[in-house]
């Protein structure tokens, strides 16, 4: 089992930044691959970026790159979303999510590789 517990959210002017953090408990954070998603009111669940196990490893949904940077701190068990340039269409509840993967390097793009979620944190952009 793992928990997640997002944190961070809030809301921001465009142009401005947020950080989200996932902290994880239950097992070894080393051996979980994780990854952020986002849902707007009205939309689908989206990938938004990625993270292997090691970390060496990072995906990102085309919106956001450039703007958006994935890392993770296996020491401290939390995976971050620095989150810069935010634009109104980027408001969503954000979600984290963990999968247990035996691939160091390896990253998970659909929201059906992920077993574990958290209860999200909302991101609101004003324009």
């Known amino acids: 089992q793992v928990q997640l517990v997002e944190s961070g959210g809030g809301l921001v002017q465009a142009g401005g930044s947020l950080r989200l953090s996932c902290a994880a408990s239950?097992?070894?954070?080393?051996?979980?691959?994780m990854g952020w998603f986002r849902q707007a009111p009205g939309k689908e669940r989206e990938f938004v970026a990625a993270i292997s196990r090691s970390g060496d490893s990072i995906g990102y949904v085309d919106s956001v790159k450039g703007r958006f940077t994935i890392s993770r701190d296996n020491g401290l068990n939390t995976v971050y979303l620095q989150m810069n340039s935010l634009k109104p269409e980027d408001a969503a509840v954000y979600y984290c999510?963990?999968?247990?993967?035996?691939?160091?390097?390896?990253?998970?793009?659909?929201?059906?590789?992920?077993?574990?979620w958290g209860q999200g944190t909302q991101v609101t952009v004003s324009s």
């Open positions: 999510a963990a999968k247990f993967t035996t691939y160091r390097s390896r990253y998970f793009l659909n929201n059906y590789d992920y077993t574990y």
């Open positions: 239950g097992r070894t954070f080393s051996t979980i691959a």
